[in-house]
């Protein structure tokens, strides 16, 4: 799911670590499409984020199927 803040635009995962060099062309770009220009940022997890978002997933849904379990009687 993505979120979207126009003041913010973080770039996450492997790519994050390039936000030096893409982050140039990406304000060029985005400032001929709107009004306001974003920040853009580096996101703080780097190359883990997409392993700690599966891994965020998996518990959410871990935790949804021990705590539904837990409720249904029989």
Request: aromatic share 2%; hydrophobic share 45%.
């Amino acid at each position: 799911a993505a979120v979207i803040d126009p003041a913010l635009v973080v770039i996450g995962g492997g790519i994050g670590t390039n936000t030096d060099l893409l982050q140039p062309p990406l304000e060029q770009a985005l400032s001929r499409t709107i009004p306001t220009a974003p920040t853009i940022v580096a996101g703080e997890l780097g190359e883990a984020a997409v392993l700690t978002g599966a891994i965020e997933t998996a518990l959410d849904t871990a935790r949804d199927l021990v705590f539904e379990r837990r409720g249904q009687v029989g």
